[in-house]
């Protein structure tokens, strides 16, 4: 069974850009989850999906925005990029038929801000 | 708030010793305790779980240990290889109406051949 795919893998933008990245989950999974990486502040949640409904947000500013399509697979949007958006964004996916299932990740997208 | 706390944050062992990586979290609503392990360039992989009805979970080399009176719970790893260098997550996730997880720190495990 292929795994959580992400696209871009790399991502180079400057401030005040915007950027969408992908997701696809690992066949029949139907939740979502999104986090932001960065070596100051380790492995951060920013929201999750399910069944094409956010489940749950933490806590960073409404540029970030995230979506999931019916096939389940989710894409994250950040507008009016800043430098410090510069991380690793990974995507991680469950069956979430209940609360607290597996999460499997992807490879992450890095975006660098210039 | 909920946290997680990681020690220690890195971690150095002679190839074939045993590695012991500890967390503490905050909440004691949490039931679903993970451990991820993360190689160079890659995201992170699941390694091992346990969740709060079980006091120690083992899979070969790896084991997790949970004591939910005192609100932690260890990763070990035994007869070390150099292939088990990575960087090392907890996690604990709170079952309830808002599915959370918080991760800890991460500990830089280097085996040492």
């Known amino acids: 069974k292929a795994g959580v795919t992400q696209t871009p893998r790399y991502l180079i933008k400057t401030r005040g850009q915007q950027v969408t990245l992908s997701c696809s989950p690992i066949?029949?999974?139907?939740?979502v989850s999104w986090y932001q990486q960065t070596p100051g502040q380790g492995l951060q949640f920013l929201f999750e999906y399910f069944s094409e409904t956010q489940r749950n947000k933490g806590n960073f500013p409404g540029r970030f925005s995230g979506r999931q399509f019916s096939n389940s697979r989710s894409e994250m949007n950040v507008s009016t990029l800043e430098l410090g958006d510069s991380a690793l964004y990974l995507c991680?996916?469950?069956?979430?038929?209940?609360?607290?299932?597996?999460?499997?990740f992807g490879p992450g997208t890095r975006l660098l801000v210039l | 708030g909920e946290n997680v706390e990681q020690h220690p944050s890195t971690l150095s062992v002679q190839e074939g010793d045993s590695a012991v990586i500890k967390c503490t979290y905050s909440d004691s609503a949490s039931n679903y305790f993970p451990w991820y392990k993360q190689e160079l360039g890659k995201g992170p992989q699941l390694i091992i779980d346990i969740r709060s009805n079980v006091g120690e979970k083992k899979d070969q080399r790896i084991a997790v240990t949970l004591n939910k009176t005192a609100k932690h719970f260890s990763l070990h790893i035994t007869e070390t290889q150099p292939e088990d260098s990575a960087v090392y997550f907890c996690a604990a996730i709170w079952d309830s109406s808002a599915s959370k997880i918080i991760f800890g720190s991460g500990t830089r495990l280097s085996i040492r051949p």
């Open positions: 991680a996916s469950s069956l979430a038929d209940t609360r607290g299932e597996t999460q499997y």
């Open positions: 066949s029949g999974h139907r939740s």
